[in-house]
């Protein structure tokens, strides 16, 4: 059996957004687009296909913020998305950053334990900001996603 060739890098200019994958995460392309043009996008890559990918903003100084992150659906539940958090929070200690934070929705279970896993502790709730922000619905896990909840990991304590 042969292994598989993993790499993380940054997309080059001109090179398209994974849309695909970034929809998995934010379910409107305006929203992804309102943030992307301001943003890094770094992809995962197995054997050469785009599988993973986050998308990260310098929001204040110091201070970056994970916009978007996902993994392909057929490719989750195997540490890929913690290896692009790694990715995310190295990238942002050598660019000097002292503090990285995250948002997701209050529905989203397993992502919210997987970011307090790799560090990230709750510092607030923005209610019904999935309500004012979007214009369908979302649910996930059977719950009405309505509240962003907000992440952070201060990067000079590590």
């Known amino acids: ?70 993994v392909r659906e057929d490719c989750q539940g195997r540490g890929l998305g913690r290896k692009l958090i790694e990715h995310a929070v190295a990238h942002c200690k050598e660019q000097g950053y002292r503090a990285l934070e995250i948002g997701t929705g209050n529905s989203s279970l397993n992502q919210l334990g997987l970011y307090q896993k790799c560090g990230f502790r709750v510092i607030g709730v923005e209610t019904d900001y999935f309500v004012k922000h979007y214009a369908e619905p979302i649910v996930e896990n059977g719950i009405p996603c309505r509240d962003m909840i907000r992440l952070r990991m201060e990067l000079s304590l590590m």
Request: charged residues 25%; glycine residues 8%; aromatic residues 4%.
């Open 1 to 70: 059996m042969s292994k598989l060739s993993i790499r993380i890098r940054s997309i080059g200019e001109g090179e398209e957004l994974p849309y695909e994958l970034l929809l998995l995460a934010d379910p409107e392309r305006s929203a992804i687009d309102a943030y992307a043009g301001r943003s890094i996008c770094t992809v995962l890559e197995e054997d050469g296909q785009v599988i993973g990918a986050y998308v990260l903003l310098a929001t204040r100084p110091k201070t970056a913020e994970i916009m978007n992150i996902a």
